[in-house]
């Protein structure tokens, strides 16, 4: 499976991206998707992961309800739709899959994770 991620940019304090990661490959080895993100000197953290039924879990401390995951399953795509942004927000955005039938808790698992996209970028500053 090979993801492309795309749709990161530079954006003001309360604006809004979203992000789209666009799968190919053997996609249908896959049963849940998440968005990680690193910012410069920390370790990576999960920011939303969705199940390919549709189930989705939000690292609630980081989004705090500003942000949404979906997944397009005809266009194998996922996406990430981030509002109110703020500065702490900056940070690469990665998109992973994962083979495995995650439970809840284990969707937050870097190591969950079999195929990750190459990260795009997201920078919040005036």
């Known amino acids: 499976v090979q993801l492309q991620a795309s749709g990161g940019g530079l954006v003001q304090p309360g604006g809004s991206l979203r992000l789209s990661c666009a799968a190919s490959?053997?996609?249908?080895?896959?049963?849940?998707w998440g968005w990680f993100r690193q910012a410069p000197g920390n370790e990576r953290e999960f920011v939303a992961g969705?199940?390919?039924?549709?189930?989705?879990?939000y690292n609630l401390d980081l989004v705090k309800g500003r942000f949404t995951i979906s997944r397009d399953n005809a266009k194998e795509a996922l996406y990430l739709q981030m509002n109110s942004l703020i500065p702490e927000d900056t940070a690469v955005y990665y998109c992973?899959?994962?083979?495995?039938?995650?439970?809840?808790?284990?969707?937050?698992?870097?190591?969950?994770?079999?195929?990750w996209g190459q990260g795009t970028q997201v920078t919040v500053s005036s």
């Open positions: 992973a899959a994962a083979t495995g039938r995650l439970i809840t808790s284990e969707m937050r698992r870097i190591g969950a994770y079999d195929y």
């Open positions: 490959g053997r996609t249908d080895s896959s049963n849940v």
């Open positions: 969705i199940r390919r039924g549709r189930g989705t879990t």
